[in-house]
């Protein structure tokens, strides 16, 4: 689903980013290290606050790319002293040291009072397109916060698209190459990426900012609670470019939307505006893009305010009877997507759906 | 979900009610012995064509309060003698007589021609919220109900408010004194409640005059076809305090409202108005308030004129698959409240969240 | 469900149409011996690209009617030869000959490029009601469609009605006859009929142009993709008219529409109009009625160009774990109908109803 827009010149690779996003989500924390360590980080203030109007960054947590947000400045440093937490210098050097070693590249991960907030922020790919190696990212990043005391998880983006599903580019270029082999090394990084989101067991709120197509669109389901900016839209057109559904939609898709306006979306590529998915079910609420980021840190803040057993225990009541059965699903579909990859005629089909797209351009 | 406006001065435990709801719902329509003594109710006049906009009771039933319509009266009696069906005076007596031993303190229940209609009106809570007591008479309405010759039953409540909730007051009072004891006693009757609902054969039609909060709109989807006047509401904010799903909304509100909007009412407590409840399915139609009672009881009537077997048969096929899922999601969802009212932590949790409400008031 | 308005003369029993459907739908297409003949047929102009606004026709595939489109005149055999296709003769004859042993009364179907066009066009019912005798018709289309390469299915309707549902004069007239013969027969036409639609395994498109009523409403969750015309409405009134929901509507219209819409529909026969379908879920998309045809015709030829293995196993995926629990319903239902038909007081309350209604008009 490659859009042409080109992704709107953010700063994403720049020096305080680079900075900043060593700072979190990493192996020691899974150690349950971290208890002082992000109560130091929890004052920072959320850039999800500051609504950032600039033409360049527009998205939850873009502010990130203005670089006048140093997280971790002096001044930061002197306001977290002056609250009264304990804050222990020689673990927070430790975690640190441990942090650097599996910082992230496509992702940034950021511990805030609570909760853990995941930004989509692709460096390696075109509006936060998913390749094998981002969808890892964002596993690592989603099993470090299962294992640390955040009561939830926030996924956003940088920038103005919300994710753009698969990477077509990447995956041309690997099937070509070597089709048995990549068809299913491509098919297990996304089931694993589906897995991940269907075991999570913390609420995961999604803040969609812009456009969400194929498996971008496509986990919402797999996420408890879904807010979207007027900017959002929406769009699975698997079949349009040769390809199954994939993300669980061939089931949760018409569980939500009804047979019939899933299977157009998923067969003729129908598009939802962010106010058709909420109002057929897929998503929550839908916020002005010029307030969007407040009133999600707002709601987010207030849900991590709850007791986190309770948070924990409603999800797994109101999930654990469907974990297998989506499982399953997942299995099949990737299944089915590794057999179209590896079979030349499905990937011929794919090829030259994806080819008439790039000289359309 | 203790709310501020008080109960509006209904008369609700006025000599009258009490002669009124005496004459329902007891033990001995069980043994089927009332076949002639309810077609002599049948011809009563129906509370609910009459449109009482008087601000003191404005919900379905609530003219019962005003006492213009003592239902046995003289002239009652002379109209019912005037209609052709065979009056047993004997029966009636012995009928009577059982039905003095059981009858009900906090919900009303009559029998119309064709269908039982109970009315929520709680002498010992506010706003229709529910205690273990109040929810054991409304089982015992539904087993009377169950087994009389009714083809459905009517669910509605009187006064302004639909049902609150769980009372909480009544919960703090006596968690405090003992914790192990009422949290087992408290999660039972509530699972004994929605298993009632789960398990009626008949179709229930609920007619929602105000807001219906937590356990009260909790069942809502247990029930067949829910009509709501414009001044319902409906919120589910068991996150909020401190609490688990109840009612089976762990598993039917995703179902129905689709899994967004679902965890965005039970984490977040998000309101719906009727209007929204209807176009997601909470509700099946939206009724102007001033003939909200006369729609709702032509479409009763209605449907009360349906064969019998078609009914039951009909809920049958549309339940009966969904049943044992049901129950054991009940199960699960009273195991996991009791659990959290066991805990100290859980409790103090709770009981923290509801003393900063009382003290805002 | 009987309607009044006669059906507008539709010349759907005219030499040139019996001519034109002799030619599609058979055995010989299910032994793959129509690869090049379909190659010929796939260059008809397609009747619904013509928006005929003629106050006699109306629907999709309305212009059969006006004789003026026969369709395999010599003039269309020259603009087929213009082609580049290759076309065998011998084997055409083969098919042709093969064909016309099974030729269809009350149903057209044609062969379109990739994807076959059955029509409702009752020549044998008012409004395109259902008996066996149709339902079979259908049922052997789907099966030669399902057998043949086309990769979808389209079905539409000839007329005003898209379908009435059940022919409750034929079933009066038949069950009167032979209570206990009859119920079974019709029962076990109405099974094999839900059935054929549950397991067929291409993608079905349906195009409402107007009224769809019981069965012809309640199928439609069992097809893929479902758009309506404005003029289109649903109602499936089977309590009101003393009988039990078919079709698996049971399960899933309140899969769909949520609990208390679909009682409302099953219980009360509230009628849906086309945009309310739509909001609710049960259509995909509604468009304008003059441009009906073309809407959904160009959108079915677009999915036709998709991936014939795409779009099976796309509908696979999203069905296969629903096929069994629908055929267990669609037992359930057909014989609880059984049942109902061939006791004499499901039956005489089945007759009482309907014949009011035809003293009615």
């Not at 599996?102 to 397109?129: P, Y």
């Not at 099937?175 to 098919?187: C, P, Q, V």
């Not at 061939?250 to 598009?271: D, H, W």
Request: aromatic share 8%; proline share 3%.
């Amino acid at each position: 689903m490659p859009l042409k827009k080109p992704q709107n010149g953010l700063q994403n690779g720049d020096g305080s980013h680079e900075k900043d996003s060593r700072h979190f989500g990493n192996g020691s924390q899974q150690q349950n290290m971290d208890i002082n360590d992000h109560e130091g980080e929890q004052n920072l203030p959320s850039v999800l606050e500051v609504s950032n109007e600039s033409p360049v960054v527009n998205g939850i947590g873009s502010s990130l790319a203005n670089g006048s947000l140093n997280l971790h400045s002096t001044v930061k440093r002197k306001l977290d002293g002056e609250k009264d937490y304990v804050f222990d210098k020689r673990l927070r050097y430790s975690v640190r040291q441990n942090e650097s070693n599996c910082r992230f590249r496509d992702i940034v991960v950021r511990k805030e009072d609570g909760f853990t907030h995941i930004l989509l922020s692709s460096q390696t790919s075109d509006n936060n397109a998913l390749t094998p190696e981002i969808m890892k990212e964002v596993r690592r990043a989603l099993c470090n916060a299962s294992a640390d005391d955040s009561k939830l998880l926030l996924l956003s983006a940088v920038g103005s698209v919300f994710c753009s599903g698969l990477d077509y580019s990447y995956l041309i270029g690997r099937l070509s190459n070597d089709r048995r082999k990549e068809s299913t090394r491509i098919a297990e990084a996304i089931r694993d990426f589906v897995k991940a989101f269907i075991q999570f067991k913390k609420p995961i709120v999604v803040a969609i900012n812009g456009p969400a197509l194929g498996l971008g669109a496509s986990i919402l389901p797999l996420c408890d609670i879904v807010w979207a900016s007027e900017k959002a839209w929406f769009q699975t057109p698997y079949a349009t470019i040769r390809l199954t559904p994939a993300g669980c939609s061939s089931y949760t898709f018409p569980q939500i939307l009804g047979v019939a306006l899933a299977n157009e979306m998923l067969f003729c590529g129908r598009k939802l505006t962010a106010q058709e998915a909420c109002s057929r079910g897929l998503v929550s609420q839908v916020f002005w893009p010029t307030t969007f980021s407040q009133e999600v840190m707002l709601r987010v803040k207030e849900m991590a305010s709850c007791s986190a057993v309770v948070l924990e225990e409603s999800k797994c009541l109101m999930r654990s009877f469907l974990k297998s059965g989506l499982e399953d699903v997942n299995e099949k579909e990737c299944q089915m997507l590794k057999q179209l990859w590896s079979s030349s005629k499905g990937l011929d089909s794919l090829f030259s759906y994806l080819q008439d797209k790039i000289y359309e351009v």
